[in-house]
């Protein structure tokens, strides 16, 4: 078996002499910055454990314990953990700590977006980012193909093998290194790509920006199409005019969207974007318009660069202020699946992808 060259610490851990864990062939040490969803509840080790394992010449990564109760939380504790960890940089990703038994009753898919909902706000912050499990949740609460294809994955599994493949495997809670006073987390990275990967990070020196696909609309009102709109660079609509055709397309991926007639049903979906084509160029039936639903499909080659991104969208009724935002058709954590309420027409729409 490979021979332990990291360990992970917490506030648990106090005192530590990181020369001695260093000569004890110790070669990277990822550190717990916080928890949840406050930057209040930032570790009170952290500090000094990063200050003192970077003069001893240890690369470091971090890690941040969840507790998350849906996607909106997870984007919650992605902020506060880029708020304690300002500054530092890192040769390690910035995992996200899943394994709070209060979580799983989520399911598998939500508790996957919520670990893709963290990382990638964590690189959007400049860190690269991972996932840390145990072999339970990798089975049976996460996806871990599709994690895996798009973070680096930290298993932990206390036995004499890792059962699956990863960058990183805890394999043991009761290590005893030289420099630590009792027991601590002793872990065998296998991939050293995660550290030419995750080069040390200065989230002050942004990172050139990644360009994100753009979302056109246009919609009927008043008897005529109005002007197209990309982006929020305005809205689609005339206000006090009801709505009753929509079109919409992107300049990469795909979109699908449909409209429900007030006092009505739900049209069929379409995908084209041509105001002479009434079967698939729009949504719509020159009647009033109450709701709409729009649905993103990200590109492969987009998803390494972006990650999964999604419709966001908002209406707004006859003379009245924009409903909240809704994400594709998703309908946990608040969101309806759609934008609007039926029996009410609607004069705005607003679409980006995010």
């Given at each position: 078996?490979?021979?332990?060259?990291?360990?992970?610490?917490?506030?648990?851990?106090?005192?530590?002499?990181?020369?001695?864990?260093?000569s004890a062939g110790i070669k990277a040490v990822i550190i717990r910055?916080?928890?949840g969803r406050e930057s209040s509840q930032k570790d009170n080790e952290?500090?000094?454990?990063?200050?003192?394992?970077?003069?001893?010449?240890?690369?470091?990564?971090?890690?941040?314990?969840?507790?998350?109760?849906?996607?909106?939380?997870?984007?919650?504790?992605?902020?506060?953990?880029?708020?304690?960890?300002?500054?530092?940089?890192?040769?390690?990703?910035?995992?996200?700590?899943?394994?709070?038994?209060?979580?799983?009753?989520?399911?598998?898919?939500?508790?996957?977006?919520?670990?893709?909902?963290?990382?990638?706000?964590?690189?959007?912050?400049?860190?690269?980012?991972?996932?840390?499990?145990?072999?339970?949740?990798?089975?049976?609460?996460?996806?871990?193909?599709?994690?895996?294809?798009?973070?680096?994955?930290?298993?932990?599994?206390?036995?004499?093998?890792?059962?699956?493949?990863?960058?990183?495997?805890?394999?043991?809670?009761?290590?005893?290194?030289?420099?630590?006073?009792?027991?601590?987390?002793?872990?065998?990275?296998?991939?050293?790509?995660?550290?030419?990967?995750?080069?040390?990070?200065?989230?002050?020196?942004?990172?050139?920006?990644?360009?994100?696909?753009?979302?056109?609309?246009?919609?009927?009102?008043?008897?005529?199409?109005?002007?197209?709109?990309?982006?929020?660079?305005?809205?689609?609509?005339?206000?006090?005019?009801?709505?009753?055709?929509?079109?919409?397309?992107?300049?990469?991926?795909?979109?699908?969207?449909?409209?429900?007639?007030?006092?009505?049903?739900?049209?069929?979906?379409?995908?084209?974007?041509?105001?002479?084509?009434?079967?698939?160029?729009?949504?719509?039936?020159?009647?009033?318009?109450?709701?709409?639903?729009?649905?993103?499909?990200?590109?492969?080659?987009?998803?390494?660069?972006?990650?999964?991104?999604?419709?966001?969208?908002?209406?707004?009724?006859?003379?009245?202020?924009?409903?909240?935002?809704?994400?594709?058709?998703?309908?946990?954590?608040?969101?309806?699946?759609?934008?609007?309420?039926?029996?009410?027409?609607?004069?705005?729409?607003?679409?980006?992808?995010?």
């Open positions: 078996m490979s021979k332990v060259n990291c360990i992970d610490i917490s506030t648990f851990q106090k005192n530590i002499d990181f020369k001695k864990v260093k910055a916080g928890y952290f500090e000094t454990h990063y200050k003192n394992a970077k003069a001893a010449g240890l690369k470091v990564g971090a890690y941040w314990y969840s507790y998350a109760d849906g996607v909106a939380d997870a984007k919650k504790e992605a902020s506060a953990c880029l708020e304690c960890i300002k500054g530092k940089k890192f040769d390690l990703p910035v995992y996200y700590d899943l394994e709070d038994g209060s979580m799983t009753s989520l399911g598998k898919s939500t508790l996957t977006s919520i670990a893709k909902t963290f990382c990638e706000e964590i690189k959007k912050g400049g860190y690269n980012s991972g996932v840390y499990a145990n072999l339970n949740w990798f089975n049976n609460y996460l996806d871990y193909n599709a994690l895996k294809k798009l973070y680096s994955v930290w298993l932990a599994q206390y036995n004499a093998t890792n059962d699956k493949d990863c960058d990183i495997w805890q394999n043991s809670s009761t290590g005893k290194i030289s420099g630590v006073n009792g027991s601590v987390d002793t872990n065998i990275i296998y991939n050293e790509k995660i550290f030419d990967e995750s080069k040390p990070s200065n989230p002050s020196v942004p990172s050139p920006a990644i360009s994100k696909p753009d979302v056109f609309y246009k919609v009927k009102a008043d008897g005529k199409w109005l002007p197209e709109v990309k982006n929020l660079n305005d809205f689609a609509g005339i206000a006090s005019k009801t709505i009753t055709d929509i079109a919409v397309k992107v300049s990469k991926g795909s979109v699908k969207y449909r409209v429900h007639i007030n006092g009505g049903g739900w049209l069929p979906y379409v995908t084209g974007y041509n105001e002479k084509d009434p079967v698939n160029g729009y949504a719509g039936n020159v009647k009033a318009i109450d709701a709409v639903e729009i649905y993103y499909s990200t590109p492969s080659d987009l998803v390494k660069s972006t990650g999964y991104l999604k419709a966001k969208y908002r209406v707004s009724p006859l003379n009245g202020e924009y409903y909240s935002y809704q994400y594709d058709n998703e309908k946990l954590n608040g969101q309806d699946g759609y934008a609007g309420t039926f029996g009410k027409s609607i004069d705005k729409l607003q679409i980006i992808l995010e």
